[in-house]
């Protein structure tokens, strides 16, 4: 859908037109008049691990093709988040495993079919286990989870429903970390109109809108979230979108203040972190140790904007997704200690299956 509407007036008007002239906003992005140093950066400065990937196929053509492409990047390792389970996972931890070994990792998913059947909770947790055996390095939740994902007697299953807690509990148990993504931006719940910040993205993409109907609040489903990190403190969560609340640095740190086991990662809001750099700098000053890499989609051409918002104190710079952030960005100019934490470090530690011989000696 093309935004012509949202410019025409003025065009009009300024231009003493008859005839109203049209822009696509997603195409309007003229070069800056703006004279600052710049400093882009196509590849990271330091080895990376990207915990937030999504791949399909990871036979030995896919994997030779990714690896090219991390390659110019500098990325070391990728955690592939979608390794489902069973069958599928065992041949793609094994693909991975004879052809580049020290470059993958995969996340297990859990199938949510049949839930609330007798004996479903027990079989979930012994097929994870078995996926843990196959070299599954973690859980992925997605956000069908308190979205879309129903019971056998057709309710909404709540993110901390009771019948899931023996999962999380087992992660625990195995050091098999949860990265868990639950809700979705909080405008798209808010009313689509100019007070939403949101509204490109929704006008271009309806189906993000949600509604306290569709599927619940927005509140609801990230207090339920919150609950099973309060309720199992044993288990490692990796809070995808840094939990949606990296509009909201200040709240986010109240969070990881009182839930130290819960860490984030920045895959697609990292256009957050670029327009409030000083901010932002901050957080990660102070919660170095609890920051992971992620980019989330699979496009190498915007890894870019992610290593100049790390790396660089470049000012007014385009983020590569004008629909999604239509604003300029700026670096927060971090640390070479704080980059290599975020790169791989973490990583790392919270990711016990990684290979660290790949980062010996850095």
């Not at 994997?63 to 592939?80: F, H, I, T, Y």
């Not at 189906?207 to 990230?222: E, V």
């Not at 997704?321 to 927060?332: E, P, S, V």
Request: glycine letters at 6%.
């Amino acid at each position: 859908m093309k935004l012509a509407f949202v410019f025409a007036p003025l065009l009009a008007l300024s231009l003493g037109t008859s005839q109203a002239q049209t822009i696509d906003f997603e195409q309007y992005n003229p070069p800056s008049t703006l004279k600052v140093p710049q400093h882009p950066v196509t590849a990271a400065r330091y080895p990376f691990i990207d915990i937030h990937n999504h791949q399909n196929s990871m036979d030995e053509k896919a994997l030779q093709g990714l690896v090219a492409d991390m390659d110019k990047m500098n990325m070391r390792v990728m955690v592939n988040l979608s390794g489902r389970n069973g069958e599928r996972l065992a041949q793609m931890t094994a693909s991975i495993h004879e052809h580049y070994p020290d470059r993958f990792v995969v996340f297990a998913n859990i199938d949510f079919t049949g839930i609330g059947n007798p004996g479903w909770t027990e079989k979930a947790v012994a097929q994870l286990e078995a996926d843990e055996k196959s070299g599954a390095a973690g859980l992925k939740i997605f956000k069908n989870l308190g979205f879309s994902v129903q019971d056998v007697n057709g309710q909404r299953v709540r993110v901390d429903d009771e019948r899931l807690a023996p999962i999380w509990e087992a992660c625990g148990r195995l050091k098999l970390p949860v990265l868990i993504h639950t809700a979705d931006p909080a405008p798209f719940w808010e009313p689509m109109d100019n007070n939403n910040e949101r509204l490109l993205e929704l006008k271009t993409r309806p189906g993000r809108k949600r509604s306290d109907t569709d599927p619940a609040p927005w509140q609801t489903l990230i207090n339920e979230q919150h609950n099973i990190f309060r309720k199992h403190s044993n288990t490692t969560f990796i809070a995808a979108h840094f939990g949606w609340y990296a509009n909201d640095l200040q709240h986010l740190d109240s969070l990881l203040t009182a839930l130290p086991n819960v860490v984030v990662e920045f895959g697609a809001i990292i256009a957050e972190l670029g327009r409030q750099p000083q901010q932002a700098r901050s957080f990660f000053q102070k919660y170095q140790d609890r920051i992971l890499f992620g980019k989330d989609s699979w496009v190498p051409d915007e890894y870019p904007t992610y290593f100049r918002t790390l790396e660089t104190n470049d000012e007014y710079f385009p983020y590569h997704k004008k629909y999604h952030a239509f604003w300029a960005m700026y670096g927060m100019g971090l640390s070479d200690e704080i980059l290599r934490k975020v790169y791989y470090r973490n990583a790392l530690r919270i990711v016990p299956k990684i290979n660290k011989q790949s980062f010996a000696g850095l």
